[in-house]
């Protein structure tokens, strides 16, 4: 029997994908893409106010170390739109392309509150922070923020500018909700 870590759109597969992004930057309004210059001119002309002059210098240095960026929400749009994460985490410190579908895979185009409306809409379970079911790879919601469910009350979360993507403990981060994102195939 094949181990569900391996087989893409699995939540164990998404969130296995998840960890290895820990220590990446947080670049808002990216979905998993190469840090590169035009990506840089096209986010700071689309979002002025995140994209300031002092924080210039560290974005070229995610650049010129070949990361893979992500804001919180894009991080679940990336993994979808690549096919499951398809030559993302190979790419992280090369000069690597990476092939992104926006919208495919059940996966709409939608920022952190959006998605969560989307997920509801939809019909996909979701719950208050008190009914959280012990499951891997659920979304976990604040208004404007998402995070991934690792289990036993841990996430990854993609934490802004400074923090970029890291491993925390959820019940301090105020999240209200959690939902079953509709492109993964949850076991439970």
């Known amino acids: 029997m094949t181990n569900r870590v391996e087989i893409p759109f699995t939540n164990e597969h998404f969130m296995a994908f998840c960890r290895r992004f820990v220590g990446q930057p947080f670049w808002y309004g990216t979905c998993c893409q190469k840090a590169t210059a035009r990506l840089l001119a096209e986010k700071a002309a689309q979002y002025p106010l995140q994209y300031t002059a002092d924080r210039m210098a560290r974005y070229r240095q995610d650049i010129a170390q070949g990361a893979v960026v992500a804001d919180c929400i894009?991080?679940?749009?990336?993994?979808?739109?690549?096919?499951?994460?398809?030559?993302?985490?190979?790419?992280?410190?090369?000069?690597?392309?990476?092939?992104?579908?926006?919208?495919?895979?059940?996966?709409?185009?939608?920022?952190?509150?959006?998605?969560?409306?989307?997920?509801?809409?939809?019909?996909?379970?979701?719950?208050?922070?008190?009914?959280?079911?012990?499951?891997?790879?659920?979304?976990?919601?604040?208004?404007?923020?998402?995070?991934y469910?690792?289990?036993?009350?841990?996430?990854?979360?993609?934490?802004?500018?400074?923090?970029?993507?890291?491993?925390?403990?959820?019940?301090?981060?105020?999240?209200?909700?959690?939902?079953?994102?509709?492109f993964l195939r949850y076991q439970a």
């Not at 985490?89 to 092939?99: A, D, F, Q």
């Not at 469910?149 to 959690?178: D, K, P, Q």
Request: charged share 20%; net charge positive; hydrophobic share 35%.
């Open 74 to 147: 894009g991080a679940a749009k990336g993994y979808a739109w690549s096919g499951g994460g398809r030559g993302i985490l190979p790419s992280i410190g090369t000069p690597g392309e990476i092939l992104l579908r926006p919208g495919t895979n059940g996966c709409p185009d939608k920022g952190a509150d959006a998605m969560f409306l989307y997920a509801q809409k939809i019909g996909m379970p979701c719950g208050t922070m008190d009914t959280l079911p012990e499951i891997p790879g659920i979304a976990l919601r604040k208004p404007g923020h998402t995070a």
């Open 149 to 182: 469910y690792l289990g036993m009350g841990e996430a990854i979360e993609w934490r802004g500018f400074e923090l970029g993507c890291v491993r925390s403990t959820i019940w301090n981060r105020g999240f209200t909700h959690w939902y079953k994102l509709p």
